[in-house]
């Protein structure tokens, strides 16, 4: 919620803000029988505060000054005048108006450290992800080669030493690493592309048991020294996905 209300624009910002000023200041006029001015001083300092830790710095001063003139011409006698009876209310004015404007200023550099801070962590979250993937993708794209290049030295070097079917089995070990390979490279194109927005998820009603089956499937010949138990609950629904 508080993330929609600081993308929203300046205008925006601007009637929304003269709005909740107006809703407390309005508030407190309906309860001035029961509550002292000075109460009605806390009351529009926090909603400034409040609007401070969502907008920008211009409303939020806007807000503070219409919330400085509300409370003298509403509740600080003489009423429905700017003229301020006493010197000690008068100062009291001054203070507020001071307070309101500092407040809105720190609260809003507050946030917007905090929001500094916090793009900080994201991008290195980001860098720690892309070193993390480099990291994989390199040793899984090192062992088909490291395959291709050592299956092809021995066919090259040790033609007549090999038999046939020494031949055939590197031969094969060639096609399954170049097989490895190219899906390495398809899914880094994968990635880039929905990173960038140029192919979007599909999504549709998929069964689980199936999606589970064909991905053991595609990795028969990287599993065939391994065993492999698969158990999924039957009762499990289908879901939305690609």
């Given at each position: 919620?508080?993330?929609?209300?600081?993308?929203?624009?300046k205008?925006t910002q601007?009637?929304?803000?003269?709005?909740?000023?107006?809703?407390?200041?309005?508030?407190?006029?309906?309860a001035?029988a029961?509550?002292?001015?000075?109460v009605?001083?806390?009351?529009?300092?926090?909603?400034?505060?409040?609007?401070?830790?969502?907008?920008?710095?211009?409303?939020v001063?806007v807000?503070?000054?219409l919330?400085?003139?509300?409370?003298?011409?509403?509740?600080?006698?003489?009423?429905?005048?700017v003229?301020?009876?006493?010197?000690?209310?008068?100062?009291?004015?001054l203070?507020?108006?001071?307070?309101?404007?500092?407040?809105a200023?720190f609260?809003?550099r507050?946030?917007r450290i905090?929001?500094?801070?916090?793009?900080?962590?994201e991008?290195?979250?980001?860098?720690?992800?892309y070193?993390?993937?480099?990291?994989?993708?390199?040793?899984e794209l090192?062992?088909?080669?490291?395959?291709?290049?050592?299956?092809?030295d021995n066919?090259?070097s040790?033609t007549?030493?090999?038999?046939e079917?020494?031949?055939?089995e590197?031969?094969?070990?060639?096609?399954?690493?170049?097989?490895?390979?190219?899906?390495?490279?398809?899914?880094?194109?994968?990635?880039?592309?929905?990173?960038?927005?140029?192919?979007q998820?599909?999504?549709?009603?998929?069964?689980?048991?199936?999606?589970?089956?064909d991905?053991?499937?595609?990795?028969?010949?990287?599993?065939?020294?391994?065993?492999?138990?698969?158990?999924?609950?039957?009762?499990?629904?289908?879901?939305?996905l690609?």
């Open positions: 919620m508080l993330q929609r209300l600081t993308k929203v624009s205008p601007f009637l929304i803000s003269i709005a909740l000023v107006i809703l407390a200041a309005a508030g407190c006029y309906l001035s029961y509550i002292d001015y000075k009605v001083a806390f009351i529009l300092l926090l909603t400034v505060s409040l609007i401070a830790i969502v907008f920008d710095i211009i409303p001063l807000a503070a000054t919330s400085a003139l509300i409370w003298n011409f509403f509740f600080i006698e003489p009423k429905y005048t003229h301020i009876g006493s010197a000690e209310d008068g100062l009291l004015f203070m507020y108006f001071v307070i309101a404007l500092i407040n200023v609260t809003n507050v946030r905090e929001k500094q801070v916090r793009e900080k962590e991008k290195e979250n980001i860098v720690r992800l070193n993390t993937l480099l990291n994989s993708l390199s040793h090192k062992t088909p080669i490291a395959t291709i290049v050592g299956a092809t066919l090259l040790g007549s030493k090999l038999s079917e020494n031949k055939k590197l031969v094969e070990g060639i096609s399954i690493a170049a097989l490895r390979l190219n899906q390495q490279v398809e899914n880094l194109l994968s990635m880039s592309r929905l990173e960038s927005g140029f192919i998820p599909r999504k549709d009603w998929t069964d689980i048991n199936e999606l589970v089956y991905v053991v499937h595609r990795l028969e010949q990287p599993l065939k020294n391994h065993k492999l138990h698969i158990s999924i609950d039957e009762k499990l629904p289908f879901y939305k690609d």
